[in-house]
């Protein structure tokens, strides 16, 4: 049996006496590419934020590589994390921005240098590195969001809505880094509403709606169990199952 790497149990969140996640549960084991998959207001965001510690939930129980988040903080360095709308400094360039989360993370000098060339190169940025982070195009913000999610190769990603905005070129690094992470023994837990990236990137999925967990497998599983064959699409088992 894979280690369990993202375990949430009985999750309960409210916001001024109204549920946004109520109930939810979610495994994620190593190797796993898995997504969150709900419509906007689902919960997921909600979700992600409990569990990488942006909030306390109300109740439930979250560990993260055997870690409870409540108790023991030092998981935090082995995840990456990219929020929906990240929330970058403006005016520094794009190379002082990946130096600065770098050594945040702990990289030495020598290191956080290496690490800022090689993931600029990855995605392509290298030519623009010294340019303004408020010159560029939203894709580009993006880019670059998910080059300092990923500048430590960490264990685990955890990636909300990382596909917006990105170029088909784009996606197809991401689609990379997530694939690495997962064949090393680390994992990838992605939420997102676009269900067509869902099916081309993960193989394992969560699906919720108005807070709680619907179903959970295999992509293949979840379309099997609301009599579905392989050719049909993970739409069309979503639509059957927050129908149901």
Not at 24 to 49: C, F, P, Y
Not at 127 to 152: F, H, P, T
Request: charged fraction near 25%; hydrophobic fraction near 40%.
């Amino acid at each position: 049996m894979k280690k369990l790497l993202i375990e949430v149990k009985d999750l309960w969140k409210a916001y001024n006496g109204k549920s946004a996640v109520s109930g939810l549960s979610l495994n994620v084991s190593a190797g796993e590419i898995h997504g969150l998959i709900g419509l906007n207001g689902a919960g997921k965001t909600t979700t992600i934020k409990c569990i990488v510690g942006l909030l306390r939930a109300d109740s439930g129980e979250i560990r993260v590589a055997g870690r409870d988040v409540y108790i023991d903080a030092s998981y935090k360095s082995i995840i990456g994390y990219l929020p929906e709308n990240p929330s970058l400094p403006e005016y520094l360039t794009l190379r002082e921005f990946l130096i600065f989360v770098a050594r945040i993370k702990g990289l030495s000098g020598s290191r956080a240098d290496s690490e800022v060339w090689n993931k600029l190169a990855l995605f392509e940025l290298e030519e623009i590195s010294d340019q303004l982070i408020y010159e560029l195009s939203r894709g580009m913000k993006q880019r670059l969001a998910i080059a300092a999610a990923i500048i430590n190769d960490p264990d685990i990603l955890i990636l909300d809505e990382p596909f917006s905005g990105l170029d088909p070129e784009a996606q197809r690094v991401t689609k990379r880094v997530m694939r690495e992470t997962a064949n090393k023994g680390g994992a990838v837990l992605i939420s997102t509403h676009i269900l067509d990236a869902a099916e081309r990137f993960c193989n394992r999925a969560t699906i919720v709606h108005k807070g709680r967990t619907l179903i959970e497998g295999a992509i293949d599983e979840l379309k099997s169990q609301v009599g579905l064959g392989p050719n049909a699409s993970l739409e069309e088992a979503f639509i059957k199952i927050i129908s149901s």
